[in-house]
């Protein structure tokens, strides 16, 4: 019996493995995916106890959390809204997606790659709660809770040698709980120029995947494989501070430039001016603007009867686009009576400019700025001058982290600063802007026609006033170029109500508000609401930023001289300043040293990594300019 059984055994198994085989490749050919079905909903009042205590977690979070909102009008607008939105996606995606199977046909024996059925299904995603935030900035702030139980039926299918692979994607859930802000607001439709849009936290993602009937998923540890990988790849992409950005107008057309630099202007003198006056002379004085700033022009003292006139006079510009603005020069002749007559005009475009160099210009004056002009052929004279344009440091326009993570925590994050942890670069000149947003709460005992007074450093600047609110909103910014960082000054803004016709109680004190912008330097940037000193309820909306000038390059500044055990540091434009030789030494032996010490620890750490891969006669590399170096002997010399 046993030799019978034996025989028998290889007998059978020699005909069931083919005929396993054939099953098995008849159902590889011609197996279809199962459609999906729908999935049966019963009313909760027809559940057990038991069911019943396992749904509480899938409740909708307004239910658990009152900072949610309920929104059932949404889910509304979604459920009648999804048969149409679900054509609308399915083909982005199908759009989206077909370059992609492009570049794998003719890999891997690939004929093709295609959707043999790709619907989202009946069943659209429920909102179970909306967060609303109110924040300082230009921007809507919204948390919905995501959720989606979808019965999805996506079948791809992938032709190997004329063999086709059928993969369905089936069982799809999503529980997600995003961030979405709309910003910045802009006054044209709709209103925001970009959609932003993070995640709060990992998102939960569920579902099956089956290959010609079988689920994938079910292989043990692939699933737990599969979700972790997905979680940790949109985490990497999305979870915040990391951000999705989504442009819905144009940037360029709604974007408000802001100032990138300084432009130094000195006005040096003038030469063979035209003589305007009955005794042969003038009186010249110089008026200067830039396109694209709205302050008004900038002048020149007035030089009594002189046809060559010196100023050697000095003028800031804040700087919004030095590729398009235009620096403009005009000269008149003043006069005591009547409208002052004008000896010439010259432009200069920033474009010209290098920056954080000085640059000296000799101009022809001109009758007009038409240079083609076949009549302009007086000589008008000459006016010299020298520009200097300085820009911003890129880390003051900025919060000083890296990475696309900037704006969301310069946006949530502040810190407080002593004067001592400033380092040198932060101490210098810069652009302190003062934007009043508004305010709120504001009343006056016998009128309220509020407006903002802004006074730094003995200058006064004024909003503009606005009759009969307690809320008013004006929006308008001012700018103080400093020489240096305001370290230990205050800003201080006074709200004030005027009153509108004849009265001798015609100005009223709403509330005021010192700040010490030792913060505003260390930080860059705060936008934040203020309680009003003497003030009930009132607040004032503020937003401070300062910019510092950016340093010149010392590799093109710094000009050695050491003649005398003296060095000369020159830098344009300012003026030369004497360096001690010996700190000058001081300097160069920590530089040294820093860098030969990160050298040798970089050195060494590239000696372990090629020490797993070469043999120990063969570890030799290049260092610096000789090719051969033994790297053991730098471990040998530590």
């Known amino acids: 019996m046993g030799f019978v059984g034996t025989l028998l055994g290889i007998f059978g198994f020699g005909i069931g493995l083919p005929i396993g085989i054939l099953v098995g490749f008849y159902f590889f050919l011609y197996s279809k995916p199962k459609p999906i079905q729908d999935p049966v909903v019963r009313p909760i009042y027809e559940l057990d106890s038991d069911s019943i205590l396992e749904l509480f977690p899938e409740m909708p979070l307004w ?33 989206t997606t077909k370059p992609i199977f492009a570049e794998y046909i003719g890999k891997y024996k690939i004929e093709s790659i295609d959707f043999d059925t790709l619907t989202l299904g009946t069943l659209p995603p429920t909102v179970g709660g909306m967060k609303v935030f109110e924040t300082n900035e230009k921007e809507l702030v919204m948390e919905p809770a995501v959720r989606w139980a979808g019965n999805p039926n996506i079948v791809v299918v992938i032709k190997i040698m004329s063999i086709p692979i059928t993969i369905q994607l089936v069982d799809l859930q999503i529980s997600v709980q995003p961030r979405i802000s709309l910003r910045p607001l802009v006054p044209a439709f709709p209103c925001f120029s970009s959609i932003v849009v993070s995640l709060m936290n990992k998102p939960d993602i569920d579902f099956g995947v089956k290959v010609l009937g079988g689920d994938l998923m079910s292989i043990p540890g692939l699933y737990r494989y599969v979700q972790e990988t997905i979680k940790k790849q949109v985490s990497m992409l999305y979870l ?30 003038a030469l063979k001016l035209l003589k305007m006056d009955i005794l042969g002379t003038s009186d010249p004085y110089v008026k200067l603007t830039l396109t694209g700033d709205k302050l008004p022009a900038k002048k020149t003292t007035i030089k009594k009867r002189n046809l060559n006139p010196i100023w050697n006079e000095n003028f800031k510009f804040i700087v919004k686009d030095p590729t398009s ?19 010439g005009t010259q432009i200069v475009p920033l474009k010209q400019l290098t920056p954080s160099e000085a640059k000296e210009f000799t101009l022809d004056l001109m009758k007009d700025t038409n240079i083609h002009d076949p009549e302009d052929t007086r000589k008008r004279g000459q006016i010299i001058i020298e520009l200097t344009y300085v820009p911003f440091k890129e880390d003051s326009l900025n919060i000083k982290l890296n990475g696309s993570m900037n704006g969301s925590m310069k946006r949530y994050g502040r810190s407080e600063t002593r004067i001592d942890e400033l380092s040198d670069d932060e101490n210098g000149a810069g652009l302190l802007s003062v934007l009043v947003h508004g305010a ?11 407006y903002a007074l802004v006074l730094f450093r003995g200058e006064r600047k004024k909003t503009k006033m606005l009759k009969k609110t307690r809320d008013p909103r004006w929006g308008e910014e001012f700018q103080f170029m400093l020489e240096e960082a305001p ?41 934040e609401k203020y309680h009003l000193i003497d003030s009930q309820n009132g607040l004032v909306h503020v937003e401070l930023g300062w910019k510092t000038l950016k340093i010149p390059d010392t590799h093109h500044a710094l000009s050695l001289n050491a003649r005398n055990g003296s060095t000369t540091v020159k830098r344009a434009p300012a003026t030369a300043t004497r360096l001690d030789a010996c700190a000058i030494c001081r300097v160069v032996h920590w530089w040294t040293h820093e860098v030969m010490l990160v050298g040798v620890e970089f050195l060494w750490s590239a000696y372990m990594l090629l020490s797993m891969y070469i043999s120990s006669s063969d570890a030799t590399t290049v260092v610096g300019d000789n090719p051969g170096v033994d790297i053991r002997s730098l471990q040998d010399n530590g």
């Open 440 to 450: 709120e709460d504001v009343e006056g005992e016998h009128h309220t026609n509020p």
């Open 487 to 527: 370290l230990t000054d205050q800003l201080r803004i006074e709200v004030m109500s005027k009153r509108t016709n004849f009265s001798f109680r015609s100005k009223e004190t709403l509330g005021y508000l010192v700040i010490n912008l030792v913060d505003v330097v260390r930080n860059g940037r705060i936008n």
């Open 63 to 95: 239910v658990k959390n009152p900072d949610y909102d309920r929104v059932d009008w949404m889910n509304t607008f979604l459920s009648d809204m999804w048969p149409y939105l679900d054509k609308a996606i399915c083909k982005i995606i199908r759009t």
């Open 240 to 269: 915040w501070p990391l951000t999705l950005d989504i442009p819905i107008l144009d940037a360029s057309t709604m974007e408000v430039k802001k100032p990138v630099g300084i432009l130094r202007v000195k006005v040096v003198r």
């Open 325 to 343: 603005q235009v620096l403009q020069l005009q000269v008149f002749d003043w006069d005591k009576v009547g409208a002052h007559d004008r000896l």
